[in-house]
């Protein structure tokens, strides 16, 4: 090979690789999100189900408590409420995952009071997730089931892309289920 045809290999070959980790940052960050609406593939999310020993309006005010009152320090790290109205607002929710990598998700989230608190993705690193957190009374307070859908495009590279995204995303919302028990725990008990 030529010195020319080495330089022009070796050019093609970092422009290939900067796109490729441009693409898979872009992703997994939900800034490039992929919506093409061709070879749709949808999983489930959940269920997780937790018994909280608190009353349902508690668990409830906890897990409403970022969106539409007064948010810790913490959480406005983590959820920033774009938007709002009488019972829906759309939040941008942060979340690292891994490195300097952070997943930015944006989400309507509609309050039914005091049962149910749905979320669907409008953007981030999948087209397609729908959520919910339904509150029932439950013998030692109330059970909080999670329970949704996730949907990829592109067949089987997007099933498998669901598969990593689903994996974090439950990981994600199992530590947020254990967050809102603490919490709602420790209210429950000062009362």
């Known amino acids: 090979m030529t010195g020319r045809r080495l330089v022009r290999a070796g050019a093609w070959t970092v422009g290939a690789a900067a796109v490729a980790v441009g693409g898979y940052a872009g992703l997994v960050s939900g800034a490039l999100p992929v919506d093409l609406g061709v070879g749709r593939r949808i999983r489930r999310l959940g269920p997780q189900t937790v018994d909280i020993a608190a009353p349902r309006e508690v668990v409830f005010e906890v897990i409403a408590q970022p969106y539409l009152g007064r948010s810790t320090r913490a959480m406005r790290e983590k959820v920033q409420v774009l938007e709002r109205g ?58 909080l089931v999670y329970e949704g859908e996730l949907g990829t495009d592109l067949w089987a590279v997007g099933q498998r892309w669901g598969q990593l995204v689903a994996r974090r995303w439950e990981d994600t919302v199992a530590a947020s289920l254990t967050s809102v028990k603490e919490e709602a725990e420790r209210r429950a008990a000062r009362r």
């Open 86 to 143: 009488s019972d829906m607002v759309l939040a941008a929710h942060s979340t690292p995952v891994g490195g300097r990598w952070t997943a930015v998700t944006v989400e309507t989230v509609r309050f039914t009071r005091p049962e149910r608190i749905d979320f669907r993705l409008v953007r981030g690193p999948v087209p397609h997730v729908v959520e919910a957190f339904v509150l029932t009374i439950h013998a030692s307070g109330t059970r």
